[in-house]
């Protein structure tokens, strides 16, 4: 089992930046795939950004070469450096666990946090 502990959200201004946070439990934690995620009201939950056991990442086109997804192993945590931000980034953001290679499907995620809002304003 792994619980996931979002946080980081908050509001910020057009082109202003957030760390989100996503604290993992769990002593293997170095063998799981995250991948944050994020829906925005009336919207479909879409993927983000993905971290593989490996380090490897991926990003969906909307967000390269804004948004940087790392982890810390020996934290136990997974980043989101969020920068540039738009008002269409403004949504609940979650991140999502699975055993070793990432995905952009949520429905291949095991473990899911909260979620943590984030909003930018004009």
Same mark, same amino acid.
């Given at each position: 089992?792994?619980?996931?502990?979002?946080?980081?959200?908050?509001?910020?201004?057009?082109?202003?930046?957030?760390?989100?946070? $996503?604290?993992?439990?769990? =002593?293997?934690?170095?063998?799981?795939?995250?991948?944050?995620? =994020?829906?925005? *009201?009336?919207?479909?939950?879409?993927?983000?950004?993905?971290?593989?056991?490996?380090?490897?990442?991926?990003?969906?086109?909307?967000?390269?070469?804004?948004?940087?997804?790392?982890? /810390?192993?020996?934290?136990?945590?997974?980043?989101?450096?969020?920068?540039?931000?738009? *008002?269409?980034?403004?949504?609940?953001?979650? $991140?999502?666990?699975?055993?070793?290679?990432?995905?952009?499907?949520?429905?291949?995620? /095991?473990?899911?946090?909260?979620?943590?809002?984030?909003?930018?304003?004009?």
């Amino acid at each position: 089992q792994v619980q996931l502990v979002e946080s980081g959200g908050g509001l910020v201004q057009a082109g202003g930046s957030l760390r989100l946070s $996503c604290a993992a439990s769990g =002593r293997t934690f170095g063998s799981y795939a995250v991948g944050w995620f =994020r829906q925005a *009201p009336g919207k479909e939950r879409e993927f983000v950004a993905a971290i593989s056991f490996l380090g490897d990442n991926t990003y969906y086109d909307s967000v390269k070469g804004r948004f940087t997804i790392s982890r /810390d192993n020996a934290k136990n945590t997974v980043y989101l450096q969020m920068s540039s931000l738009k *008002p269409e980034d403004t949504a609940v953001y979650y $991140c999502a666990a699975r055993s070793y290679r990432s995905s952009w499907r949520a429905d291949e995620y /095991d473990y899911w946090g909260q979620g943590t809002q984030v909003t930018v304003s004009s």
